[in-house]
């Protein structure tokens, strides 16, 4: 009779392979196209609901006179031209804020998310290679590795003074290469400002988890042309 094997035998070589190098499961390019919308989505509802209970909260308090009613608004000043930038929250197109205070919180939000996805994930690709020697490396390791990974392409461009501030250029920049409106190009401008604050969030994560903490300011000129403003303190 053959003998039943022991619980407690070895796992074989390829079980054990498999653990130490799981294999890789791809998903679809466009399923991150579709989640990110939905989140959008999403969120841009969940604001709109806590925005509606703090007005109603605040408006509870001036009337029971715990707080003093807001001032008057200015009058409105007349229009000017500016170029489109979702760090520019001055820009005006038809007396308007050129990214809308009920998206604002939606726009924090992502951010936010992106910061914690983008520290995460530069620890993974930061693992098996030495420390950097300045910023500039730092900034070079998220132009060709962190943009690989994330957006299938290295950036087209970096520029920078060498005193802090870095300009990364994107001529096709994946996040919003398929955003259009049939409203016409200023209101498909005004979602990708959104969009795009997804991406930013990731990369001051990744900077921020290599201890270099700054400000990342994305701005968008035409579709789908994207560039990152990053300015870092001055080191010592």
């Not at 998903?27 to 990110?36: E, G, H, Q, R």
């Amino acid at each position: 009779m053959a003998s039943r094997p022991s619980l407690h035998s070895p796992a074989p070589a390829t079980q054990l392979a498999l653990l130490a190098d799981p294999p890789v499961r791809l998903v679809d390019a466009t399923a991150m196209d579709y989640f990110l919308i939905e989140a959008v989505n999403a969120l841009r509802a969940s604001s709109a609901i806590a925005a509606t209970r703090a007005k109603k909260i605040e408006q509870e308090m001036e009337e029971a006179g715990l707080v003093p009613p807001p001032p008057p608004p200015p009058p409105a000043k007349p229009q000017q031209s500016h170029r489109d930038s979702v760090g520019s929250t001055t820009a005006r197109s038809t007396g308007t804020i050129s990214v809308d205070e009920e998206d604002e919180d939606v726009r924090s939000r992502l951010e936010a998310i992106g910061l914690h996805v983008g520290g995460n994930f530069v620890e993974k690709l930061c693992r098996d290679r030495p420390l950097f020697n300045d910023s500039l490396d730092a900034i070079k390791f998220v132009c060709k590795e962190l943009w690989v990974s994330c957006w299938d392409k290295q950036v087209d461009n970096l520029r920078t003074n060498h005193r802090g501030v870095f300009v990364l250029q994107d001529n096709n920049f994946k996040p919003i290469a398929r955003i259009s409106s049939w409203e016409g190009r200023a209101e498909a401008v005004k979602h990708a400002k959104l969009y795009v604050s997804l991406p930013a969030g990731i990369i001051r994560g990744a900077l921020a988890r290599m201890g270099l903490h700054g400000t990342v300011t994305p701005e968008i000129t035409s579709l789908p042309h994207c560039t990152f403003q990053i300015k870092l303190p001055k080191q010592p």
